[in-house]
């Protein structure tokens, strides 16, 4: 294949991308939106070949300007489903590398949460963020195609990421109310202070 036809083929399946439908497509109108949630994960390798990014990354890349794109509907924004996994390393996915991060290695979801924190701070215009506190591997005791580990609060042992505490406190939460509304929810004490989380089974840090 020349360069020009391999030039041709990448516009053709560029093309072929930007005709799917977008967002902006559901978006039913002003007059019946209040907010704009929107949803994103970093994968890294809990259990497939995927990439290890910021939010800066997934949310302000040049080609999609996904974050742009929400800015433009003029409403207020939630961050509905965030998380990250702490497994990542080079090289093709194995399982086995795999559970041996999961086990030893804390730094790089700390490094993710830092970052959550300031993609946020920098952005007055959301207004809330829900981190999915949850680990569908069990500690990727078992290959679970599809899912990582999301967990960063343990409430067997009251142990949590300090990334993840920074982060909640800079919002302002009405606990009681807030674990009467949701089912196993508990309210833990930390460094004097209260915090509510589920009660999925998270990592031991």
Excluded at 8 to 14: D, N, R
Excluded at 177 to 193: C, E, L
Aim: net charge neutral; with cysteine.
């Amino acid at each position: 294949m020349t360069e020009a036809e391999k030039k041709a083929e990448e516009e053709k399946k560029k093309k072929e991308r930007t005709d799917c439908p977008k967002f902006e497509d559901y978006y039913p109108g002003d007059h019946y939106v209040d907010v704009v949630g929107f949803t994103f994960y970093n994968r890294g390798k809990a259990n497939s070949n995927r990439l290890w990014l910021s939010p800066e990354a997934i949310l302000l890349d040049k080609e999609w300007r996904t974050y742009e794109r929400l800015k433009a509907l003029g409403k207020p924004l939630i961050i509905d489903e965030v998380g990250t996994t702490a497994v990542w390393y080079e090289g093709p996915y194995h399982f086995d590398t795999s559970r041996n991060e999961y086990l030893t290695s804390t730094a790089r979801k700390e490094q993710r949460l830092s970052e959550l924190l300031a993609f946020i701070q920098k952005r007055p215009e959301i207004l809330a963020a829900i981190y999915f506190n949850v680990d569908y591997t069990y500690g990727l005791s078992f290959n679970l195609i599809g899912e990582a580990d999301r967990a960063i609060v343990d409430v067997r042992t009251n142990t949590i990421y300090e990334g993840f505490y920074a982060l909640y406190q800079q919002g302002e939460h009405f606990l009681k109310k807030i674990a009467s509304y949701f089912m196993n929810a508990k309210v833990i004490p930390r460094n004097g202070q209260e915090i509510v989380v589920s009660s999925f089974i998270a990592k031991e840090i």
